[in-house]
């Protein structure tokens, strides 16, 4: 069971570029969490989808930012025109169930922007 | 709104017991859980409350009190690798289920 897959684990971006950032949750999990963290921070909740749905997005910005999570594939965090406020660690998280009980995490994605 | 209160940082000597307490005014609640994060890592599950009372997991203990939305977690016989952030996190029912995290509490372990 590989756990939660994240990708890329680095990304450098230059203001205005877009970034994607790469989720496929564990084997059996339906649901998908995104979380950003900043330096010393804790973790904020910004996404939770489910296969081919938004369920609660009120943690993402209304602008530039965007997820899905398609019937096939990975879940994709979409950051466009990003800034330099965006360089963050950018978590994924996916459970089993719909109670959000357990949430396991993948390795993060630490975006750059210069 | 929603808000979690931890503190910021603790520390302790190898060996030792500590408790780090959350409290939390949210609305929906459905439980409260604790994930450990190790610099540059990612969170990693470790206790779940749904009802009031005690789990105990090992060396980890959680407790939940949901009439006095308070919870903490005791860390026994604390060794170095200890030393990470702790991080209460409430679980929502909004709807949708979601879960919230606090600040984190930064554990420093000392020989």
């Known amino acids: 069971n590989a756990g939660v897959m994240q990708n890329p684990r680095h990304l450098v971006r230059r203001r205005g570029q877009e970034a994607r950032l790469r989720c496929s949750p564990m084997k059996g999990h339906s649901h998908v969490y995104w979380y950003r963290q900043l330096p010393e921070e804790g973790l904020k909740f910004m996404v939770y989808?489910?296969?081919?749905?938004?369920?609660?997005e009120s943690g993402m910005p209304k602008e530039r930012f965007s997820a899905e999570f398609p019937k096939e594939g990975p879940s994709i965090l979409r950051i466009q025109q990003v800034v330099r406020g965006d360089s963050a660690a950018y978590f994924c998280a996916s459970s089993q169930d719909s109670g959000a009980n357990v949430l396991t995490f993948g390795a993060g994605s630490r975006l750059t922007v210069l | 709104g929603q808000s979690l209160e931890q503190p910021s940082e603790v520390t302790a000597v190898e060996g030792a017991i500590v408790q780090i307490n959350c409290t939390y005014q949210?609305?929906?609640?459905?439980?409260l859980s604790w994930y450990q994060q190790h610099d540059g890592g990612a969170p990693t599950f470790l206790s779940y409350?749904?009802?009031?009372g005690l789990e105990e997991t090992g060396r980890f203990s959680s407790f939940l009190s949901r009439s006095d939305s308070y919870g903490y977690l005791l860390l026994q016989e604390l060794q170095m690798k200890d030393s990470a952030s702790y991080f209460c996190?409430?679980?929502?029912?909004?709807?949708?289920?979601?879960?919230?995290f606090g600040a984190g509490t930064r554990l420093f372990v000392k020989a």
């Open positions: 949210t609305s929906g609640f459905y439980g």
């Open positions: 409350n749904a009802l009031d």
């Open positions: 996190a409430v679980s929502l029912n909004t709807g949708g289920f979601k879960t919230i």
């Open positions: 989808l489910q296969k081919e749905n938004i369920i609660d």
